[in-house]
């Protein structure tokens, strides 16, 4: 009688003991309503990491955990990385989580019309990644990529980037490159007929010309008709970005008379033909306006004042434009 007694009370006891494992299991985490950031360091334990988090208030019972893990080893192949646990994660959550290796995802922009100087001040201060590129020049940074002694500028495609924290600034800028040749390709392949434009590289450069001159979707295919109307003819591009470009560092929101006369190799108003390199990072849209630009006659665009622009054919009614736009006389 004393044996099945000893049975019964072992039997319930253990019954007890598995309803409090499967209520434990089921249990949601007890995390903050905006989540907890936990970080897995490689080679760390899914059993250390568990110590971690009851000892931070978070898992109700290490042990509880621990024993889950004996009956499923498999939950314990956790991976390293920064991850993000979210209200209503459960302990059994938590392992397929880990197991999973979905990371937090940091994210950095660059937006269109950015320059290479501007794409390498945002990494640096980017805190997620790893910084490998700091200091060197960007001579150095393309070789590091594997294109030694090619310029930078317009060689990355500007668009919002999704990676883990410890991803390099040297990986991101190859991912970037990849989409650029890519979306250049594209653009290329899907030009018109007629382009006084001799090779991709060409279009990238009055792409990004194109990008500068003005953030108006249906605006792009004209400028681009403009440019592509004077290289045909010979004219001089004469447009001010370029210019800017060129003076570097030295531009401080105003371009003299003496600027326009200044004989860098961007300064459209002294060179004819599209500069040297791209000046900026053009974005898809500007890309697709210069390999089909809009047909018409105009030679001449001048700004309104309201971010769009006033289009002539002629240099008498260009300089009448000029007049009422930015001289402010009629």
């Not at 590091?144 to 500028?153: K, W």
């Not at 450069?205 to 990008?211: D, F, G, M, Q, T």
């Not at 700004?303 to 289009?311: I, L, M, Q, T």
């Amino acid at each position: 009688m004393g044996v099945l007694l000893a049975g019964l009370l072992l039997a319930g006891g253990l019954a007890l003991v598995w309803q409090h494992y499967q209520q434990f299991l089921g249990t949601p985490l007890k995390l903050p309503e905006e989540g907890l950031v936990v970080e897995i360091a490689g080679g760390e334990t899914a059993a250390r990491v568990a110590a971690r988090l009851e000892s931070q208030g978070v898992l109700g019972d290490a042990r509880l955990l621990r024993f889950h893990l004996r009956l499923h080893p498999e939950l314990g192949r956790i991976k390293a990385g920064e991850y993000l646990l979210e209200p209503g994660l459960t302990p059994v959550g938590l392992l397929e989580l880990l197991v999973s290796g979905r990371t937090r995802m940091h994210e950095i922009t660059f937006p269109e019309g950015w320059t290479f100087r501007q794409w390498r001040q945002a990494m640096d201060r980017h805190p997620a990644l790893k910084h490998l590129l700091t200091g060197l020049s960007d001579a150095e940074v393309m070789e590091r990529l594997g294109h030694p002694g090619a310029h930078p500028e317009g060689r990355f495609f500007p668009d919002t980037y999704l990676f883990p924290k410890g991803f390099t600034d040297l990986e991101l800028l190859r991912r970037a490159y990849r989409r650029m040749e890519e979306e250049l390709a594209a653009a290329w392949e899907s030009r018109a007929k007629d382009l006084p434009l001799e090779s991709p590289d060409e279009l990238l450069i009055l792409a990004s010309i194109v990008e500068k001159e003005t953030a108006r979707p249906e605006e792009r295919r004209q400028i681009a008709g403009v440019f592509v109307r004077r290289l045909r003819r010979g004219m001089k591009l004469q447009t001010d970005p370029t210019v800017i470009y060129g003076m570097g560092e030295r531009y401080r929101g105003n371009i003299r008379r003496s600027d326009l006369r200044e004989d860098t190799p961007y300064n459209t108003y002294v060179h004819a033909g599209l500069p040297p390199t791209p000046i900026c990072m053009p974005g898809r849209a500007a890309l697709l306006a210069a390999a089909n630009p809009a047909p018409g006659k105009a030679l001449y665009f001048v700004a309104r004042g309201d971010g769009s622009h006033h289009f002539s054919s002629s240099l008498k009614e260009h300089n009448r434009a000029v007049r009422k736009y930015q001289l402010k006389k009629r």
